[in-house]
């Protein structure tokens, strides 16, 4: 008897572990979609710093006077 207890309460507690909780699946799912918000808002960024720079490189006087 005391075997079979034993042995449900094994498996039971072995059951529980492996599985996840919806609460852990919705933060595991929005933690994944702040990053790709975050990686997707840094390349942004990082596109419109390279345009502005190619506008002002465009844009500058490159003559210089010489005296």
Known sequence: ???SIYL???AGL???A???SA???RAEDQAEQVEESAEEQGEQVEEAGEEKAEQIE???DTS???Q
């Open 64 to 66: 210089a006077v010489v």
């Open 18 to 20: 492996s599985c996840e």
């Open 1 to 3: 008897m005391k075997k």
């Open 8 to 10: 449900f309460l094994a």
């Open 58 to 60: 465009e844009g500058a």
């Open 23 to 25: 609460k852990e699946e």
């Open 14 to 16: 072995f059951t529980f």
